[in-house]
């Protein structure tokens, strides 16, 4: 009998595709979703139904063999496929087809603030995952950027809610036109690393509502993402990976999400909560058969023998199952047993060519004295090159975003090939990936290197200093938080030493956040690049030439120094927390909403990003004085390019409220346009206002409230730029 089901449905799967369709709806791919998520339900028994719940490898969970339904291949995620480990363990599998394009780090594509830049990244990384076999992308990110020391920022996209959810939707949208899943991570409040399996997370309704979950609502409502990744730390004291009040309550009841919400690996830690508290898929447990790795063991997880127990016993009802299990079918139905899966590719052109340009768009040009840049190749004769980011692999490192890529184009290659000949002295040194930084690097071995830079920068016409974070541990890295805002390495008395005998000396620096320039006003430019994939040199050659006219802007606010950060201002309670508890006692007010509230001056605010050209903004229009709250308004703004060369502009739109019942910030960024401009160009950035962008998180009534009144719409070309301002009335 098996035997023969198992023939009938291999036989309908070859078919999968073909038009008409005979035997069971679940293998008709054409059928519609739900109909074949029931069918395939209704043949399932107890054993298989929670057989589908839980992992049955490192990174795959089980399908239904008997009646042919596929497995799930997960995989991180989120820059590009993570090369391939054995079934059972970490250790690498030793593939040799499993070498893939990096793409730039999702800081980085945040701060193209180009939507379209996003589809571009979601077709390319959508292909990859598809030619690899995966079904599931363990990403994109969006988790706010609260705090400036955390390990994993560069995989999220900055501060501001709004920028995050629109550019995390493309691509979601354009990855799951190949047939792969989203995870979008980590669902929520995992904005440290420190504790990250254990802190609970004391945080106001208010701030979840306007600043932790938008992104999050966005990419489910918007994005229609088809899975979701609960993170380790605690909400109310419950783990969010088993948390009723999100999972069931917020996800799927509030935002009517459809889909299976996935375990971070090893977040899951009890049957009952778990079962009862909107967990779906759970991976990576460390539980007892699984500590050990020998007997597999995937039957002891939570999810797994425990579950099936209870729901036989009638502990649990066969309601909490058969959802569970329908959104796993769901899931699968849509990705590994989706008749319209792409076969994608690896190491394409096209792929190559998404990655430069995304990483060209990213890169923010923070400083640029004399215009010193573009560069002019023919005005210096001899160029020196310092630090160690320029030759180091930045794909390496960094916990499960690490890639294997197939080669990498590295900062110091993009250079010479600006150049031809140039000098190159390392600096300083940071260890192999996964150093840990306690274990502090000898102050000899930095001293001599940097003597050794700074005696070379006497003789040297130019400086490229190619410096700043990496994905060693304790810098940008999964499980721990950078320990302070300075960079590491000495890297500061390296960059001021250069500065003092070289007057043209420019920084290009890498990482996933902000960090303290003390030597800013020592060097003549500044370029900072998050982390630019495989194509890392080619996309900084061209923004160092001026073939690529520099426009990203900061998705992050970058203070002067640590302690200007909220998050820091209320002790350890703040960050990382006394006795597993942080207190996120700031509230709404997460990076630009406090520095602008507060009149702290920030190093370079959010949305800040220069060009080798000048945009002018004319004065800013309104449609209309007032709007009903069933109606809107438009606000126009001309821009010009008034400079020489082509550029593109980030026009952003900040809305302020200029009385309120409660305490709000200043402004909100509330939508922006990215405008590309021939010099003497001039185009219009229009932008609809609704009532819905002028609401607030009421706590009393546990809604969101637009109240009756003025407001006002700030066009910006940052944050702290405010370029022209007009008034309008909501009645
Ligand atoms: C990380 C996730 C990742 C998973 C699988 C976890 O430790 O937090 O982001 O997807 O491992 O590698």
């Known amino acids: 009998m098996k035997i023969k089901n198992l023939s009938m449905a291999f036989l309908c799967l070859a ?57 799930l291949h997960h995989s991180d995620g989120p820059h590009g496929v993570r ?10 599998a030793n593939w040799n087809n499993d070498s893939i394009v990096a793409f730039p780090s999702l800081t980085c594509l945040a701060a193209t603030w180009n939507r379209e830049m996003s589809a571009i990244y979601g077709t390319a990384i959508g292909e990859e995952f598809a030619f690899r076999g995966k079904d599931l992308l363990l990403g994109p990110g969006t988790t706010i950027a609260r705090m400036p020391l955390n390990g994993r920022s560069f995989e999220y996209m900055g501060e501001d809610p709004y920028l995050a959810g629109e550019l995390a939707v493309p691509y979601i949208q354009n990855v799951q036109k190949s047939g792969v899943g989203c995870c979008l991570k980590h669902f929520f409040l995992n904005n440290q690393e420190v504790d990250r399996f254990t802190v609970n997370v004391n945080v106001s309704e208010r701030a979840i509502y306007e600043i932790y979950l938008p992104a999050f609502k966005k990419c489910v409502q918007e994005g229609h993402v088809w899975t979701i990744m609960g993170s380790y730390n605690l909400w109310k004291n419950v783990h969010c990976c088993q948390n009723d009040e999100l999972l069931n309550k917020i996800l799927k009841q509030q935002w009517g999400f459809d889909g299976a919400v996935v375990s971070d690996w090893g977040g899951v830690t009890d049957t009952w909560q778990a079962a009862l508290g909107g967990m779906d898929i759970e991976m990576g447990s460390y539980t007892n058969g699984k500590t050990v790795d020998q007997n597999l063991g995937w039957n002891k997880y939570f999810l797994a023998d425990p579950f099936e127990e209870l729901i036989n016993e009638g502990k649990i009802p066969m309601d909490v199952l058969n959802d569970k299990a329908a959104r796993v079918l769901r899931t ?81 290659e993009g250079i010479k090939s600006i150049f031809g000949q140039v000098d190159y002295a ?48 304790h810098e940008d890295c999964e499980a721990n938080d950078r320990l302070s805002y300075d960079l590491s390495f000495e890297q500061n008395e390296l960059i001021a030493g250069l500065a003092k005998v070289n007057k043209n000396v420019v920084v290009v620096t890498f990482g996933g956040n902000p960090f303290a320039t003390p030597w800013i006003g020592d060097v003549k430019a500044m370029l900072h690049c ?48 006394v006795n597993k508890q942080v207190y996120y006692k700031e509230g709404i007010y997460v990076g630009y909403r406090y520095f602008d509230t507060n009149k702290v001056r920030p190093q370079f605010p959010f949305g800040y990003g220069l060009s080798y050209t000048t945009f002018k903004y004319g004065k800013a229009t309104v449609s209309s004085p007032s709007l009903t709250s069933d109606g809107s308004v438009t606000v126009s703004v001309p821009v010009t390019n008034v400079g020489k060369v082509e550029g593109k502009e980030i026009v952003q739109l900040y809305i302020g409220d200029e009385k309120c019942s409660v305490d709000r910030p200043v402004k909100e960024l509330k939508n922006f346009c990215k405008l590309s401009l021939k ?3 001039t185009k219009t950035a229009t932008f609809t206002v609704r009532p819905s962008d002028l609401e607030f998180y009421d706590e009393a009534k546990h809604q969101f409230v637009a109240e009756p009144g003025m407001f006002k719409a700030y066009v910006c070309a940052s944050e702290t730029d405010v370029r022209s301002a007009v008034a309008f009335e909501l009645k």
């Open 83 to 92: 090369a391939e480990v054995d079934w059972n363990s970490w250790n690498s």
């Open 332 to 412: 699968i139905f849509r990705t590994s047993m989706n008749a319209n899966k792409a076969i994608g590719s690896q190491c394409s052109e096209a792929h190559y060519d998404a990655c430069q340009q995304i990483g060209e768009e990213g890169i923010v040009l923070l400083k640029n004295d004399k215009s010193i840049l573009p560069l002019e190749a023919s005005r210096y004769a001899k160029v020196l090159v310092v630090g160690e980011n320029a030759t180091r692999s930045l794909t390496e490192g960094g916990g499960s975003s690490e890639l294997k890529t197939k080669f990498d184009i590295s900062p110091l």
């Open 426 to 473: 390392r600096g300083y040194v940071s260890g192999r990936a996964l150093y840990d930084q306690t274990d502090k690097i000898s102050p000899d071995t930095l001293a001599s290197l940097r003597a050794e830079a700074i005696d070379a920068a006497r003789k040297a016409d130019l400086v490229i200093y190619v410096g700043g974070l990496n994905k060693n541990t």
């Open 530 to 577: 998050w982390y630019l994939g495989s194509m890392a040199g080619t996309s900084l050659a061209n923004v160092l030439t001026g073939k690529v006219n520099p426009s990203g802007k900061l998705p992050v606010t970058w203070a002067v120094n640590q302690n200007d950060y909220p998050c820091f201002k209320y002790g350890q309670e703040g960050y990382p927390g």
């Open 15 to 71: 078919s999968l595709g073909a038009k008409a369709q005979q035997g069971p709806v679940y293998l008709d791919p054409n059928a519609p979703l739900e109909s074949r998520v029931q069918d395939a339900l209704s043949r399932m028994t107890t054993h298989e139904k929670v057989r589908i719940l839980h992992a049955q490898s490192k990174f795959t969970s089980a399908g239904v063999p008997r009646l042919g339904i596929r497995e």
């Open 679 to 681: 010099p003497g160009e």
